[in-house]
């Protein structure tokens, strides 16, 4: 966002929106991945509890998906009173090429139809598709297997369907309203060039942890303004939307809530892309608007189970027993006063076949190794298994106040008594949680 200062993008109207917003500068992707956050966004719990240990695909020996039998927020919503919509990406459901070589809906690869039922938890409206990232020629599924290919830039046709969306909503019921976008997501290059003029023929400036022969090499470069222009369009279309909120009349009673299920780290560490647990991958932006909300910052620890509760909490809608995330709705609106988180969970489990199958033919548990780790407001602790049998832990420690950029870590031994420390914490999320993760 041009707001931070962190990266040379334009974003004149999010700019505005977290003017008058709450932003949590210490939220984090639990699972900087995409359905693992996504799971935990809506069931409250952590994707492991949840079965998301990676994301929905094919070739893995077992489906992943997200299970008719966990309450969501929409559940939750329904249940009082709710319309839910949802447009755009979801990624919670098992990818149709898992159980039929030539799905009737024509999905691909790890793409799924969700067709109306349980598995789309009392969402009314949807408008919707599993996993698919050819943004200049999308495609959607609504309630039938039939193919809706609009010939639209997605993230503008979407944007149109939530305005109808809310245009529809004349009823006394509430709604909510889940709009997805998939860009910046990869590929890069697929945005309208009208949003890639701006970022033409200038010196960007680089973040300090970009490597320096990167810097200026034309592929980066290319990639680097395409993602950026993404961003812009992104900007551009959520003005639309709060134009419609402020002149229907709406903007007076609605949450607004502006997020993302994980960075990307463009360059940073010499690395495109996420599943990493440097800042550039594992922070999120959180921003909420609305009645009750008053604008500043606030630093508390939100990690990806926390959406949920908060969201309802913020409603005045109890959240579920099922749930293993933490009410923050006191230090959303301003409140504070409350105890705060000292730490959250972060994970990785190897989820590629070709990652996963090696750990299989060893008759070893792929869900024991990956990284794990604990974020602090001060600190980030990694254990690494680097994702490869037989390989002994690292543990690294990275000091982000003074280090924001992390390009310092420390390495530690098992004995060291910051190890030791953080150590014990992890092994209480890992029992809490059933991880089977490998410590040693």
Not at 36 to 45: D, E, N, V
Not at 54 to 82: F, R, S
Not at 299 to 311: A, G, I
Not at 400 to 412: A, G, I, T, V
Request: charged share 25%; aromatic share 12%; net charge negative.
């Amino acid at each position: 966002m041009g707001k931070t200062g962190e990266d040379p993008v334009y974003t004149p109207n999010i700019d505005r929106f977290t003017a008058e917003s709450m932003e949590c500068t210490n939220a984090v992707s639990t699972y900087p991945l995409c359905s693992p956050h996504r799971a935990a966004l809506f069931t409250g719990k952590y994707p492991f509890s949840c079965g998301m240990w990676t994301n929905c695909k094919i070739g893995l020996d077992e489906v992943v998906m997200l299970h008719p039998q966990e309450v969501t927020i929409t559940d939750v919503l329904h249940d009082a009173g709710y319309v839910n919509g949802y447009i755009g990406k979801w990624h919670l459901d098992g990818s149709e090429k898992n159980f039929q070589s030539a799905p009737v809906s024509g999905a691909e690869g790890w793409d799924a139809y969700t067709p109306p039922g349980e598995r789309r938890h009392h969402i009314d409206y949807w408008l919707s598709y599993g996993a698919m990232d050819n943004h200049l020629s999308p495609h959607y599924w609504h309630d039938t297997a039939e193919k809706i290919e609009p010939g639209k830039w997605s993230v503008e046709y979407e944007t149109d369907k939530a305005i109808e969306f809310m245009e529809n909503q004349k009823g006394d019921r509430p709604f909510s309203l889940f709009l997805s976008w998939n860009p910046p997501h990869p590929p890069y290059d697929k945005a309208p060039d009208r949003y890639l003029r701006p970022y033409s023929g200038n010196d960007l400036p680089y973040r300090a942890n970009v490597p320096k022969e990167w810097r200026g090499e034309p592929e980066y470069e290319k990639k680097r303004r395409e993602y950026f222009a993404a961003i812009s369009g992104l900007d551009e279309n959520f003005g639309r939307l709060i134009k419609y909120l402020k002149e229907s009349g709406l903007e007076r009673n609605t949450l607004v809530v502006l997020s993302a299920d994980h960075g990307d780290c463009m360059g940073s560490h010499g690395l495109y892309g996420k599943n990493v647990w440097y800042e550039e991958s594992i922070r999120i932006p959180l921003y909420f608007r609305g009645p009750q909300i008053i604008p500043g910052k606030t630093d508390v620890l939100f990690s990806s189970p926390d959406h949920m509760p908060t969201l309802l909490e913020l409603l005045g809608i109890s959240a579920p027993d099922t749930v293993e995330g933490k009410k923050l709705a006191e230090f959303v609106t301003g409140r504070g006063g409350g105890k705060e988180p000292e730490h959250l969970f972060l994970c990785m489990m190897p989820g590629m076949p070709e990652l996963v199958n090696p750990y299989r033919r060893q008759g070893l548990n792929p869900k024991s190794f990956g990284w794990r780790g604990i974020r602090t407001k001060e600190a980030t602790y990694i254990l690494d298994r680097d994702c490869i049998p037989g390989s002994r832990p690292r543990r690294l420690i990275y000091n982000n106040r003074k280090d924001p950029y992390q390009m310092s870590p420390k390495e530690l031994t098992p004995d060291n008594p910051e190890a030791l420390l953080y150590d014990e914490i992890l092994k209480e999320y890992l029992k809490k949680l059933n991880d089977p993760f490998l410590m040693e």
